[in-house]
């Protein structure tokens, strides 16, 4: 099992597991643009003196400011910064949930508090859990390179890829994540900007989009392959499945899913009209 986090030493930087791997036959400067533009562009670097990881800005609550990440970044402590567009926020209070588990990866989610606001725009967060076959975004810092060439660099950029929702998998208890696998340029089916998750990776966000909006529906989590070649299996943990414990520790609560709205909508146009009808 690869876990997606960068250990940070004092003589250097050891990769633990998963930045962003493209395909070899397309410039990484699509990536990194991928990764400045939209929900992608909510994604920050988090670190303490030991770690980094990434994490996606979801709004205010309960009177702070959140950022969502992967359980497995707090193993080496809390985080104290979170750093985007160049620029570092503290980070106040680390959260994850009482049944986390680092050896199974059970609810693999986390809560980081900021002191202020960080000047991008937040994400919103979906509870769908029907999201199979539809495009994902993913977005991270960390180690980067080609899905045919092992000699992966980091150099504290965000990037971004797509790639295709497999699956939804669960392996126990509150272990549920979106499933994506990196395919060769070669075989049918690939994104333009395909790609898959590296070492830096861990808790950045992973989105799908509904209509012309990027929502959260996950977070990096671990990956098959500790090079993140063609054929890595990448697993996201799933938000619907981790909401109750999000909405209650930050306050902020998922978009209403589209069905919902539609139907609301219908609701008070029969109001109106039964309102009309009695005047």
Excluded at 250 to 263: D, F, K, N, R
Aim: aromatic share 10%; proline share 2%.
């Amino acid at each position: 099992m690869k876990k997606t986090l960068i250990v940070v030493l004092a003589f250097g930087i050891v990769a633990q597991s998963q930045a962003i791997v493209r395909r070899h036959d397309v410039a990484d400067s699509n990536y990194l643009a991928l990764g400045n533009v939209g929900a992608s562009a909510s994604v920050g670097l988090v670190f303490n003196s030991f770690v980094s990881g990434s994490a996606t800005y979801i709004g205010f609550g309960n009177g702070s400011h959140w950022a969502l990440s992967a359980g497995h970044v707090l193993d080496f402590g809390g985080m104290n910064t979170f750093r985007i567009n160049n620029t570092n926020f503290s980070v106040n209070g680390s959260f994850r949930p009482s049944d986390y588990n680092s050896g199974t990866l059970r609810s693999d989610i986390a809560l980081l508090r900021l002191t202020t606001n960080p000047g991008v725009n937040a994400v919103g967060m979906s509870m769908r859990s029907d999201i199979t076959g539809m495009t994902s975004m993913f977005a991270g810092y960390g180690l980067s390179g080609v899905g045919n060439n092992t000699n992966l660099i980091s150099d504290n950029q965000r990037r971004a890829a797509n790639n295709t929702i497999d699956t939804f998998q669960s392996f126990g208890t509150n272990q549920n994540f979106w499933k994506t696998t990196f395919q060769n340029p070669s075989q049918s089916g690939v994104l333009p900007l395909e790609g898959t998750t590296a070492s830096g990776d861990s808790g950045g966000g992973f989105f799908f989009q509904e209509g012309n909006t990027w929502l959260l529906a996950g977070v990096t989590s671990w990956g098959t392959d500790n090079n993140s070649q063609y054929g890595d299996q990448a697993f996201f943990t799933t938000l619907h499945t981790n909401m109750d414990w999000i909405t209650q520790t930050s306050g902020i609560q998922a978009v209403p899913e589209p069905t919902t709205m539609v139907l609301s909508g219908l609701a008070l146009a029969w109001v109106a009209r039964r309102r009309r009808n009695s005047a």
